[in-house]
């Protein structure tokens, strides 16, 4: 992993944490910003980066478990919490709502850098993902209206047969549609449209076997 | 010249002639013959002048005898009288004329004077006669003499014994003078005085008669009787002894008075009777004038007036004992006319109402009633006058200094026999402290009656049987009815009670237990379901205690129901409430102290770890970097100082401690309070009061941080007061607004105070025993937390006020 493009949040209303911190990330290669304030760290315009947020409990605007709480996990960076008095129902919270580790002050460097490193990595797959996922939306988003109700048909299973009876169109237009799917999806198999489809949470609306519309 | 007897005439001239023999014969040896010789013859001439003399009177008196016996004769026949003589035998030797008519025809020689003699005088007189004669008296008397016809006359008789000339007696000469007509009227006269003589000895009265002179000269009977003495003794100055000697003297000067002036005497005075005893007598004295206006004779009557007299001292007696008793009376007495005007009015209500008599006479007592009574009183007073009713009416006197007070009036006829009023008794009772104490009676008999109606108490009564005998208004609320006394019960009306009122579950127990304490008198608790006005069963303690008198006997159950259903059902949530907070704020004690004492130190610990690795990474790097090096090196030095800092103010490591803040009001989190320490304060007997801002603004805070400051205020207090005796324990809730952006609450006991107000506030800082120091510690870090403020102070006139003050809650409250 390069140390160049992830960054370390910081935010804790102590400032001698935030500069130790500041100070440790550094001397290990880690780009980090610190805030005192969740509202100060809200109102950064954040790099788009793989990184992860050192967040304190307790803080003057807003108490770390109720931030975590109502941040987006989907593109927050991941959370790494430290606490003067951790507890243990707060911890359990705390990891149950995704944050990477609950560490209770003061914490060692290895303690602190196998979090961070953790919770980097988590953001870099998890940013991966995302930016996978976002080349399938905008695949998904090539898609006619037609085609689009194609999808699900056939990635249910159904047979081109049924899928043309279901939509009331003919077998042949089906396969055309079918085959536009596939090549805007870049599916290289029907399976791989499948787990595309999985991917983009595409409902499977019908089941070959019944033959018959049902959920 | 008066005669003289002859021989005694002879006699007398013999003895002259005699002497001058003598003397011539006698003087011859001394004188001269001659002279002897004219002696002689003077003697011889004397003898002879005297015989002579005597010798024509001799002559001259025989003259006059014959023309006496003529003129005795004459005298005899003509004196308008019977006259006789009588031998001494008896016999009638000479009678007049008129004696012979008298006796008539009848031969009056020799008559014997006992056949005209009426027998039983002649016995009568016989004695009287032959005693005269023995002593030479005439004899006065009188006798009947049988006139011719036969009937008897009484005559005066006058008799002189008649001599002879030896001076033998040979008779009587006897006058008879006819008083027949005189003697009858003497008889009617003497039966006349003997009546009226009578008369008076019988009278219950004393008569007495006087001299000019006062003298007495008769007594009556009564009187002679009453004194035992006789006239002699009570004439002059010796009645004097009989009275009385306290009024002797004044007796004596008015006699004397009297007797002076000839003005009657009219007095009483006591005098003694024979066996010694003073008697009062009414003594009544007036002189008899003649024509000159001199007294002649007194007259007086004495009446015995010593019955009367002491019924009169008596009546006396009886009348200043009456006075002095209307006196002494603690009442004021009057009497009044028929016409309601006054008649008498005692000493006492003179003096109380400082009204002359005069001033009260009539109606003017009228002066002495309140204004606002007057009309009143005088209507009243007239229509008793109109009735004739006894009747009582209450109104203001006024005392002599003005003031009024408050008087029973009461008024009583006095009827005459036919049933008229005759006269008003009444008196005038002070009543006006009865009064007072009445009124105040009464205002407190109200204010109690108010009390026991409005207090949210339920409260009944019943008497030591059982029966029902009050329920206050609350209760009859509660039940939503009357319990109607007259009702008709099957067993007892407490049954009838019991049976309405009780959940059937519980009724026999309690019915057990309520007789059992009728019984015994132990007092009556117990907690039931009670069936409200609405039908709804309730859970309630009832509790009632009997009401003793002097003997110890029972004479009213008092008790009290006090709805407890709200309380029972909350009670549990109350109770794991209080549970958890007691838990929670023994245990945020230590937990919190450790806490944030973890949290502040490890803080800069956690930094200065930081450092140290930021520092070894610096310094191990390739080239070290040594310039952030030492900047870490640096910041580490200050952050353990700043760990060191924390340890020496643990007050700072209260901080930052996490909690939960919400719009709360402190005076519903004082409120709570107050239940969750409803029981310790109750069990050591603290009066709690409040004074509470309703308009209190909402502030930003943690309710239990808040709860768990006030409980720790609150115990605080507790234990300040723990060893007040002397007045009765207070705890005092206070809340307002502090200036424009802030509340103020603040918590007072008042027990000894505290000597240091700032220190108790440092860690570990405490006053009591079993204290760890930390309580007020938090307490104030929890505020300070809140931006807020919390100290102490000593407050007048004793104990110790806690405050607090705590930001208004605004939009960007932090």
Redesign the interface.
């Known amino acids: 992993m390069t140390q160049d493009d992830c960054i370390v949040f910081i935010v804790d209303d102590d400032q001698r944490i935030c500069e130790a911190l500041s100070e440790l990330l550094a001397a290990r290669g880690l780009a980090s910003v610190a805030f005192n304030s969740i509202a100060d760290y809200l109102a950064f315009p954040r790099p788009d980066l793989p990184g992860c947020l050192i967040l304190d409990i307790e803080l003057p605007d807003i108490n770390g478990l109720e931030f975590q709480k109502q941040t987006d996990h989907e593109q927050h960076p991941p959370i790494v919490f430290i606490t003067g008095h951790g507890d243990i129902p707060s911890s359990v919270r705390a990891i149950q709502r995704g944050a990477v580790d609950f560490l209770t002050k003061p914490f060692s460097e290895t303690e602190l850098m196998k979090s961070i490193h953790t919770a980097i990595d988590r953001d870099c797959d998890a940013r991966l993902e995302r930016a996978e996922l976002m080349t399938l939306k905008r695949r998904l988003s090539s898609l006619t209206s037609r085609e689009r109700q194609v999808l699900p048909l056939v990635v249910s299973g159904l047979l081109n047969k049924q899928a043309a009876a279901e939509l009331g169109i003919s077998e042949v237009t089906l396969q055309i549609h079918r085959s536009k799917i596939m090549h805007k999806m870049q599916a290289a198999s029907l399976a791989d449209l499948v787990r595309i489809a999985e991917r983009l949470q595409v409902p499977i609306t019908h089941s070959r076997r019944a033959g018959t519309s049902s959920k | 010249m008066k005669a003289m007897s002859p021989l005694r005439t002879y006699g007398l001239a013999i003895a002259i002639f005699g002497v001058g023999l003598l003397v011539f014969w006698l003087s011859g040896e001394q004188e001269e013959i001659t002279v002897r010789h004219t002696y002689m013859r003077m003697a011889l001439l004397a003898a002879i002048a005297i015989v002579t003399g005597f010798l024509i009177q001799e002559s001259q008196r025989q003259a006059a005898l014959d023309r006496a016996v003529y003129d005795a004769r004459e005298f005899l026949e003509s004196i308008p009288g019977l006259a006789w003589i009588v031998d001494t035998e008896g016999r009638l030797t000479k009678v007049n004329t008129s004696l012979r008519d008298y006796l008539g025809a009848v031969d009056t020689n020799n008559l014997d004077c006992r056949q005209v003699i009426h027998p039983e005088d002649f016995d009568r007189t016989a004695g009287l006669m032959s005693q005269c004669l023995e002593n030479g008296q005439e004899f006065h008397g009188a006798y009947r003499l049988r006139r011719h016809d036969g009937t008897y006359r009484w005559f005066r008789v006058a008799a002189s014994p008649r001599h002879d000339r030896n001076g033998k007696f040979n008779g009587w000469y006897v006058i008879l003078l006819d008083i027949d007509d005189q003697k009858v009227q003497e008889e009617a006269l003497r039966a006349s005085e003997h009546s009226v003589r009578s008369i008076l000895d019988n009278i219950p009265g004393m008569i007495a008669t006087a001299d000019s002179q006062g003298n007495q000269d008769y007594a009556n009977k009564t009187q002679r009787d009453y004194f035992g003495l006789d006239l002699l003794e009570l004439s002059g100055l010796g009645f004097l002894s009989i009275i009385h000697p306290d009024e002797r003297d004044s007796v004596a000067a008015a006699r004397q008075r009297c007797i002076q002036t000839g003005e009657p005497m009219d007095r009483a005075y006591r005098m003694r009777r024979r066996d010694g005893l003073y008697r009062w007598f009414h003594a009544r004295l007036e002189p008899i004038f003649d024509e000159d206006g001199k007294v002649i004779r007194w007259y007086g009557l004495f009446t015995d007036i010593d019955d009367l007299k002491r019924a009169e001292q008596a009546l006396e007696a009886k009348e200043l004992q009456l006075q002095r008793l209307i006196d002494a009376l603690p009442t004021l007495v009057w009497s009044a006319h028929p016409d309601g005007s006054t008649e008498f009015l005692s000493r006492r209500w003179l003096e109380y109402t400082g009204l002359s008599q005069e001033q009260a006479s009539d109606w003017g007592w009228i002066a002495a009633i309140h204004s606002d009574d007057r009309d009143r009183l005088v209507e009243y007073w007239r229509s008793l006058l109109a009735t004739g009713a006894p009747g009582e009416i209450e109104a203001r006197l006024r005392r002599f200094d003005g003031q009024y007070r408050w008087f029973l009036f009461q008024g009583e006829p006095v009827l005459d026999a036919s049933g008229i009023v005759i006269h008003w008794f009444g008196s005038n009772t002070d009543i006006d402290d009865r009064k007072r104490a009445e009124e105040a009676l009464r205002a407190r008999q109200y204010e109690l009656q108010q009390l026991v109606d409005t207090i949210p108490t339920l409260v009944w009564s019943v008497t030591p049987e059982g029966e029902p005998a009050y329920i206050n208004k609350q209760l009859e609320a509660y039940y939503g009815r009357k319990i109607d006394h007259s009702e008709p019960q099957e067993g007892t009306k407490l049954d009838g009670a019991l049976g309405r009122l009780m959940h059937p579950d519980d009724l026999e127990a309690v019915k057990r237990s309520l007789i059992h304490s009728l019984k015994t008198g132990e007092p009556f608790a117990m907690r039931y379901r009670n069936r409200r006005g609405d039908g709804i069963y309730r859970w309630v303690d009832n509790r009632a205690q009997p009401l003793r008198d002097d003997d110890g006997r029972i004479v009213k159950w008092y008790g009290v129901i006090i709805d407890i259903d709200d309380e029972m059902r909350a009670h549990d949530i109350v109770r794991a409430t209080q549970d958890k907070l007691s838990r929670a704020s023994q245990l945020a004690s230590l937990a919190e102290l450790?806490?944030?004492i973890?949290?502040?130190v490890?803080?800069?610990?956690?930094?200065?770890?930081?450092?140290s690795?930021?520092?070894?990474?610096?310094l191990s790097?390739d080239p070290p970097?040594l310039q952030?090096a030492r900047?870490?090196a640096e910041?580490m030095v200050?952050?353990s100082m700043?760990a060191a800092e924390v340890v020496s103010r643990i007050r700072a490591l209260f901080k930052?401690?996490?909690s939960s803040r919400t719009s709360i009001n402190l005076n519903e989190v004082i409120g709570e309070v107050r239940q969750l320490m409803f029981d310790e304060i109750i069990s050591q007997g603290i009066f709690v009061e409040t004074d509470l801002d309703a308009a209190l603004p909402p502030v930003l805070a943690d309710r239990v941080q808040m709860q768990q400051v006030l409980v720790n205020l609150v115990r605080n207090g507790i234990d300040a007061m723990k060893s007040t005796i002397d007045v009765s324990k207070s705890l005092k809730f206070g809340s307002r607004r502090h200036g424009e952006d802030a509340i103020l609450v603040d918590v007072r006991d008042n027990g000894d105070g505290i000597a240091e107000t700032e220190r108790i506030f440092d860690p570990f800082f405490t006053t009591k025993a079993g204290g760890m120091g930390m309580g007020l510690a938090i307490c104030r870090s929890i505020l300070e937390s809140h931006d807020g403020r919390l100290w102490a102070e000593n407050i007048e006139p004793r104990g110790t006020m806690f405050s607090f003050t705590l930001p208004i809650q605004s939009g960007d409250a932090?």
Request: with cysteine; hydrophobic share 40%.
């Open positions: 450790s806490a944030s973890a949290h502040e490890n803080q800069p610990l956690a930094a200065v770890i930081t450092n690795h930021a520092c070894q990474r610096w790097a970097n952030r900047i870490t910041r200050r952050d700043a930052q401690t996490a932090a």
